[in-house]
């Protein structure tokens, strides 16, 4: 049974969902998003509960060429802000992130990086990928 109050189990548990309210915002467009429950009936791009999901679900355009399986590194943003309320990057994501251009300490794929909901996220979406979102636009 779901526990109102709790904002999580754990962090780094994949399964974990929030259990309140918490917003991302995306850079640098500072389009701000109110994330919560996750549907687990729902369609989901990435694993469920993702920064890639949450965006997916509010119109916010991430690259995720690989269809959210950790097989690229197109979902590459930065976790500006909150990063301590996400679970830990698999192996698997660390080595996809090695191939990702601009990598920096907060770097994550999108489609993997599950908040907790205790904290608000500032994600910034890298220049290469906004380039991608606006020739795909045409
Ligand atoms: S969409 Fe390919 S790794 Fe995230």
């Known amino acids: 049974m779901k526990q109102p109050d709790s904002p999580l189990s754990t962090p780094a548990d994949s399964e974990a969902v929030p259990a309140s309210k918490f917003?991302?915002?995306?850079?640098?467009?500072?389009?701000?998003?109110?994330?919560g429950e996750v549907d687990p009936t729902g369609h989901h791009e990435g694993e469920p509960?993702?920064?890639?999901?949450?965006a997916d679900q509010h119109d916010i355009e991430i690259e995720h060429a690989c269809g959210g399986f950790a097989a690229c590194s197109t979902c590459h943003v930065i976790v500006r802000e909150g990063l301590d309320s996400c679970n830990?990057?698999?192996?698997?994501?660390?080595?996809?992130?090695?191939?990702?251009?601009?990598?920096?300490?907060?770097?994550?794929l999108a489609c993997q990086c599950i908040p907790d909901g205790s904290q608000d996220l500032v994600v910034e979406i890298p220049a290469w990928n906004r380039n991608l979102v606006k020739e795909g636009a045409h």
Do not use: H, V, Y
């Not at 917003?23 to 994330?35: L, M, N, Q, S, V």
């Not at 509960?49 to 949450?54: A, T, V």
């Open 23 to 35: 917003k991302i915002t995306f850079r640098p467009g500072e389009d701000t998003i109110e994330a």
């Open 49 to 54: 509960g993702s920064i890639l999901d949450w």
């Open 88 to 108: 830990e990057a698999s192996e698997e994501e660390e080595d996809m992130l090695d191939e990702a251009p601009g990598l920096t300490l907060q770097s994550r």
